[in-house]
């Protein structure tokens, strides 16, 4: 099974500043990568995915993630960011013939105005 | 649309009993899981049943036992809780290998 490394717990923004969540994974085999957000008191949702294609992949709320296969990365950036911004992401990952998906600790994102 | 449904959301329970986490999906979909959350350690897989009919453990089964009652329900057992086991517990399903988990609200659970 795969590890995940989430480099930052706790990362502080400004509004409208951009941010970048840093995630790295221990192999270099084919693999599936997902970012997820969680909000206060509730469940984790899919922010987007990477499963083959382009290795810049977009996903909703203005965010985006680039799959760097050989650093094993995958890095989350958002250009502006809003004070609902402000959440847990969680970054993931599973082999291709794996039904099991390893998460990172996460980074809590507080976005201050 | 329900997706996901978890319950209880909440639950106190004193060392040693037993309770079932009960969990409901209603995308048809194959696999479910259940994960524990606890602060600074990310989800961490307990159980999972990639199809109907099979389960298989995950990174941390000790104390936890699974049933894969249908392709919709996948409950959770603690027969004898521990303060360990104080955590967030989240079901999850998804459909073929690559498809994105989807998650409950997950259930609180304290044990005291």
């Known amino acids: 099974a795969q590890s995940v490394t989430q480099l930052d717990s706790q990362v502080p923004v400004f509004e409208e500043a951009p941010v970048e969540l840093r995630c790295n994974y221990s192999s270099s085999v084919s693999v599936y990568l997902f970012w997820y957000v969680q909000y206060p008191n509730q469940g984790l949702q899919l922010l987007l995915k990477?499963?083959?294609?382009?290795?810049l992949v977009k996903g909703i709320n203005g965010f985006e993630a680039e799959f760097n296969k050989s650093q094993t990365s995958f890095h989350l950036r958002k250009p502006s960011v809003h004070i609902s911004d402000t959440a847990e992401y969680f970054c993931?990952?599973?082999?291709?013939?794996?039904?099991?998906?390893?998460f990172g600790a996460g980074t809590t994102v507080t976005v201050r105005a | 649309n329900a997706g996901v449904t978890q319950t209880p959301k909440f639950q106190v329970l004193k060392t040693g009993q037993s309770m079932t986490l009960q969990c409901a999906q209603d995308?048809?979909?194959?696999?479910m899981y259940w994960y524990r959350q606890d602060p600074g350690m990310g989800l961490r897989l307990i159980y999972y049943s990639a199809s109907e009919g099979t389960t298989d453990k995950g990174e941390v089964p000790n104390g936890y036992n699974v049933s894969r009652l249908n392709k919709r329900e996948f409950s959770l057992r603690l027969e004898s809780a521990a303060p360990s086991q104080t955590s967030v517990y989240f079901c999850?399903?998804?459909?073929?290998?690559?498809?994105?988990?989807?998650f409950g609200n997950g259930t609180r659970l304290t044990v005291t």
């Open positions: 990477y499963l083959s294609g382009s290795t």
């Open positions: 995308m048809n979909h194959n696999s």
């Open positions: 993931a990952v599973s082999d291709l013939d794996d039904y099991k998906l390893s």
């Open positions: 999850a399903s998804s459909d073929l290998g690559g498809s994105p988990l989807h």
